[in-house]
């Protein structure tokens, strides 16, 4: 049984940072990218930072370039994203995801296997 968890979201204060982890588990066909989305209340869902697996080409959306950081622990089969300077506009549900098929690693179409989501609010 494939399946993501996410962990590590909470609430924080503007300026703050917070760091988010995705527990990968039943994998049994190769990931072509890992990502991090997010939704906010009525809004569609978006990209933050999607990397290849790969080449290990890191992307991300300019809303949080800079502040962001996706990184991966492969002995673990663990997906990071280190949040710095957190704005309330990144207040949103966050999703890690898995594409195993070849595609646009910001792309949420890409991806095919998503976690249940954690939520961040900054205030």
């Known amino acids: 049984h494939v399946q993501l968890v996410e962990s590590g979201g909470g609430s924080v204060q503007a300026g703050g940072s917070l760091s988010l982890s995705c527990s990968a588990s039943?994998?049994?066909?190769?990931?072509?990218?890992l990502g991090w989305f997010r939704q906010a209340p009525g809004k569609e869902r978006g990209e933050v930072t999607g990397i290849s697996t790969g080449n290990g080409g890191a992307y991300y959306a300019d809303s949080v370039k800079g502040r962001f950081a996706i990184s991966q622990d492969k002995a673990i089969n663990t997906l990071y994203l280190q949040m710095n300077s957190l704005k309330p506009e990144d207040t949103a549900t966050y999703y890690c995801?898995?594409?195993?098929?070849?595609?646009?690693?910001?792309?949420?179409?890409?991806?095919?296997?998503w976690g249940q989501g954690t939520q961040v609010t900054v205030s």
């Open positions: 039943g994998f049994t066909d190769s990931t072509y990218c």
């Open positions: 995801a898995a594409a195993r098929r070849p595609g646009w690693c910001l792309s949420p179409a890409t991806y095919d296997i």
